[in-house]
Nanobody, 121 residues
Framework: QVQLVESGGGLVQAGGSLRLSCAAS????????MGWFRQAPGKEREFVAA????????YYADSVKGRFTISRDNAKNTVYLQMNSLKPEDTAVYYC??????????????WGQGTQVTVSS
């Protein structure tokens, strides 16, 4: 079992930055690829970014490429999402997820409860 707890969400003006963190319980964090997803009101959950077990490979949705950076610290059992140049359309609940592969689909085994990000115009 892996428990995931997101933090770092909040209200920010357009053009600003936030860094989300996702802390994982247990000693098996380094065995999991990690992903970030988001869900805006009235919309389906969508892929944002993913990172491999080692952290060497990263993947991004086109909508966030060049603005968001995913990283992980296996010593701290934590994955991060640095979000720069935020736009109102980035407003959503952001979820982290753990799975065997860094896929862009929802095929992850564990999910956090989410953290709200609101970007004002």
């Amino acid at each position: 079992q892996v428990q995931l707890v997101e933090s770092g969400g909040g209200l920010v003006q357009a053009g600003g930055s936030l860094r989300l963190s996702c802390a994982a319980s247990g000693r098996t964090f380094r065995r999991y690829a990690m992903g970030w997803f988001r869900q805006a009101p009235g919309k389906e959950r969508e892929f944002v970014a993913a990172i491999s077990l080692s952290g060497y490979s990263t993947y991004y949705a086109d909508s966030v490429k060049g603005r968001f950076t995913i990283s992980r610290d296996n010593a701290k059992n934590t994955v991060y999402l640095q979000m720069n140049s935020l736009k109102p359309e980035d407003t959503a609940v952001y979820y982290c997820a753990a799975g065997l592969k860094p896929t862009i689909g929802p095929e992850y085994d564990y999910w956090g409860q989410g953290t709200q990000v609101t970007v004002s115009s």
